[in-house]
């Protein structure tokens, strides 16, 4: 499976940006020892968890609470945070979510973060009177020009808003094949293209690409070996489960071996590369628990020392 | 293919209640104008079990987001009417947003349109439902009894549409009223006491008392202050609980004295 195993850390260029670590997100639910057992570096917040949304009029509103804000503050007890948002709907045709990026420039005034990340994804359309509707579930963008163009577009203003880096990441879905221009082919190189056009980084979630290999029938190794990885700033892990055939992003367990295989693989070879980030769902976190999530840490930490520890 | 267009048949296809079938394909397909090369990238997308299967997620999530609106009701329902009735509302593309409070009051309504009334399972929804009501408008809103002259007649006033009377009817045991022996008046009311949900009470709930239950029965249709003269002998104490009643945002103004002018 894994065609070239073995390599040294690829040496840093000496621009890039110091590495943080092993990071976990935010999650209301779970115990705030957990972010104070020394098994993290920093934290992954998804602000939209800390807010409520008004619709006044036809437009949204998205609005910290301050008690979740405080509350998150202090469980984090003083770790760096990257945010991780879910509500940007950057693919969408119509526009994304303008209520998101205010929201999140109120966030950063109180709580500045190290980067920021999205989905490449679309989760809002227009329905037949004009209104933004949710699909209820994100969906993915088809590798085209236009896509190329309106992500990319997108992202690169995004970066500005803020002034710090912003990542898109690659989404899992079962969807597949999906109608594609010639002149991009397939996802990898719509990841590619985008990323460049929008000067943006990669968060390279290697469990969705694992999903997409697994049920699309291609070489996550391979398609490893395609992506720009000098754009990863950031790596994401999960668990998943087997439904309906497919191998789905599920995010309530362990990480699956070929999953930290191919971390193994993917690490050394991502130079700018700044942290690695378990992911678990809010919603099965607490039943999980805190000795699985902190066992799935401590993995991450070993494979993290040893895959970035400079040759 | 546009962006837009690829879309408009995607989440057509993932919202769809039923499996997409060929000819209502062919309809979209024609009404998106796809090309024939398109046509058949989505053909093949429209044939897979990935969409079931991404259909099938997010008719779980919004599973997910109805029982985090709405616990309480959702608990107290019988699990067949239950299942028939988060179907119904799934159906509908109810609960797709990400933030299914902000949905909750539309999915409380839905659901205690189809409850038995009276029944146990409606009262809870009912409470729930006016729980939300108050909620919303208690951090936004702020009371207006400082602001209203109860001398001027001519105000009119309504029952706020963040407050709710209502009145727990089921017996002991979760019997309907109905199945009850007859009970005076006063008897009924020490039993069975009118709750009033309001932004501005502490903690959102509390008895409603006589004059106050008359008030808003009375307001329930706007009207103006001087109205209520009808309603009580005793009309100081009347206009205290009326005074009351604005101060928790119960009773809202609806055309002031001077517009009323």
Wanted: hydrophobic share 40%; proline share 7%.
């Amino acid at each position: 499976m894994n065609p070239t195993k073995t390599l040294s850390v690829a040496p840093r260029d000496a621009a890039a940006p110091s590495r943080v670590g092993v990071g976990f997100p935010y999650i209301d639910e779970l115990s705030s020892a957990l972010y104070q057992m020394g098994l993290l570096d920093f934290v992954e917040m998804t602000p939209e968890t800390l807010c409520r949304e008004r619709r006044p009029a036809a437009e949204r509103v998205l609005e910290l609470i301050p008690e979740r804000l405080e509350r998150a503050r202090l469980s984090c007890a003083g770790l760096p945070i990257v945010v991780h948002g879910v509500e940007l709907s950057i693919g969408s045709a119509h526009g994304l979510n303008s209520a998101y990026l205010d929201m999140l420039e109120q966030f950063q005034a109180r709580w500045p973060f190290l980067w920021h990340s999205e989905h490449m994804s679309f989760q809002t359309v227009l329905d037949d009177d004009g209104k933004t509707v949710d699909v209820g579930v994100p969906l993915p963008l088809p590798p085209t020009v236009e896509t190329v163009r309106t992500v990319g577009t997108r992202a690169r203003k995004i970066k500005e808003q803020f002034g710090v880096v912003f990542l898109l990441e690659n989404v899992a879905h079962y969807l597949s094949p999906l109608p594609a221009d010639p002149q991009i082919g397939d996802e990898i190189e719509m990841l590619n293209q985008v990323c460049a056009a929008g000067e943006c980084g990669l968060l390279l979630d290697l469990h969705n690409l694992y999903c997409n290999a697994v049920n699309q029938g291609f070489n996550a190794f391979h398609a490893v070996d395609r992506i720009s990885l000098e754009r990863v700033h950031e790596v994401h892990v999960a668990g998943g489960r087997s439904t309906m055939g497919f191998w789905t992003d599920s995010h309530d367990g362990r990480v699956p071996d070929a999953v930290w295989e191919l971390v193994e693989y993917t690490l050394p070879r991502c130079w700018n590369v700044r942290g690695l980030v378990f992911e678990v769902l809010d919603a099965v976190a607490a039943n999980l628990g805190v000795d699985v999530i902190a066992s799935e840490l401590r993995t991450a930490r070993s494979v993290w020392t040893a895959c970035t520890k400079p040759t | 293919m546009t962006l837009r267009a690829f879309q408009a048949a995607l989440s057509h296809m993932v919202r769809s209640p039923d499996r997409i079938k060929p000819d209502t394909f062919e309809r979209q397909a024609e009404r998106l104008e796809l090309s024939t090369t398109e046509e058949e990238a989505l053909r093949s997308v429209v044939s897979s079990t990935g969409l079931e299967l991404t259909r099938e997620i997010r008719r779980s999530w919004s599973r997910g987001r109805a029982y985090r609106a709405a616990p309480a009701t959702l608990a107290a329902i019988p699990v067949d009417q239950r299942d028939a009735v988060l179907e119904e509302w799934i159906s509908a593309n109810g609960s797709s947003s990400s933030f299914p409070e902000g949905e909750a009051e539309r999915l409380l309504e839905f659901i205690e349109r189809r409850l038995r009334d009276p029944s146990p399972e409606r009262i809870v929804c009912e409470i729930e439902l006016a729980s939300y009501r108050a909620a919303r408008a208690a951090p936004s809103s702020p009371c207006e009894s400082n602001l209203v002259d109860l001398r001027r007649l001519n105000t009119w006033l309504a029952v706020s549409p963040h407050a709710s009377l209502m009145r727990i009817q089921a017996g002991p045991a979760g019997t309907p009223p109905t199945n009850l022996p007859e009970l005076d008046a006063t008897q009924s009311a020490e039993l069975h006491p009118w709750i009033l949900i309001a932004p501005g009470i502490e903690g959102g709930v509390r008895h409603a008392s006589d004059p106050e239950v008359t008030i808003l029965k009375a307001l329930a249709t706007p009207r103006p202050i001087a109205e209520l003269d009808d309603l009580a002998s005793d009309m100081e104490s009347l206009m205290e609980s009326l005074r009351e009643l604005l101060r928790i945002c119960a009773v809202t103004v609806i055309i002031s004295a001077d517009k009323a002018n």
